[in-house]
């Protein structure tokens, strides 16, 4: 059984879209850095692997099999974790500059917002994947909260951020217009479409979950059709070649080519061979 959300073809083909388009600049990211650093990019891997797990759900949805009911709970496990990891080096930074300055620089003050924010917001998905999103309030409230981290207090970080480490306006313009030339708001607005993609799924009609079993049933019947059309050709190929070759009658020949008998006044069948 999977979840009514995904009973909407239409919705669930945007997701796959909108998933696709999300994955584009970070895979390029990857395999770059791979080509230009021979190192592995963890945190670059991470950044898509959820997205590529949703994605394997969606396009194998009425398909059975073992760690299913997993990939989505493990794409917000990942979701949770990654920023954690990133927010390691903001912290120690936030303490050696309190340490140092004596005060707290707005910078990390709005890093560690954002990142409880996206982890809380990624947190209530997690647990609502967990139950086949029975309790779907928690999802919808976990993405809003998702979208209003990437759409407002990230780039209200990344202000905050510019203005303090840089001091003038100007220097901000700089760095402003170089976000958008690196394609980071293109990255931001694939990202928000992709939870809006999700979004949509959540305010689907609520009714009964989805029984892939006969979707199950009329592949393996298809399957097995197949595979019986298959075993009744290959038979009666070798039955035509297993089968007795006509007597030759007097005055006659057989062609060693094609088999045709031919009358001894012929002396080269029409398929070329000679007699």
């Known amino acids: 059984m999977i979840s009514y959300i995904f009973k909407n073809k ?136 998702n979208i209003v981290g990437i759409a407002i207090i990230t780039p209200v970080y990344e202000t905050v951020s510019a203005i303090e480490y840089f001091g003038t306006t100007n220097i901000f313009l700089d760095q402003l217009r170089q976000i958008l030339n690196d394609g980071v708001i293109l990255g931001r607005v694939a990202n928000i479409l992709f939870w809006i993609g999700l979004l949509l799924l959540a305010f689907n009609k609520k009714g009964e979950d989805i029984d892939i079993t006969p979707y199950i049933e009329e592949r393996k019947a298809k399957k097995q059709a197949k595979k019986e059309a298959k075993l009744q050709q290959k038979e009666a190929e070798e039955a035509e070649y297993n089968a007795p070759l006509p007597e030759i009658p007097d005055g006659s020949w057989r062609c060693m080519a094609c088999g045709k008998i031919l009358p001894d006044s012929i002396d080269r069948c029409e398929c070329g061979y000679k007699k």
């Open 10 to 145: 239409t919705k669930n083909i945007l997701v796959i879209i909108f998933s696709v388009v999300y994955m584009i600049k970070p895979l390029c990211e990857f395999f770059g850095y791979i080509s230009i650093y021979q190192d592995f990019p963890w945190f670059t891997f991470l950044t898509f692997l959820p997205v590529a797990l949703v994605l394997i759900y969606l396009l194998t949805l009425y398909y059975n099999y073992k760690f299913k009911s997993f990939i989505i709970p493990a794409a917000f496990l990942i979701w949770i974790v990654s920023p954690i990891y990133l927010a390691f080096s903001d912290i120690k930074f936030a303490f050696m500059y309190l340490k140092w300055i004596g005060e707290m620089p707005l910078t990390i003050v709005f890093t560690l917002i954002n990142m409880i924010v996206l982890i809380t917001a990624k947190a209530l998905c997690f647990a609502s994947s967990l139950s086949n999103f029975k309790n779907i309030s928690l999802f919808k409230v976990g993405i809003i909260l």
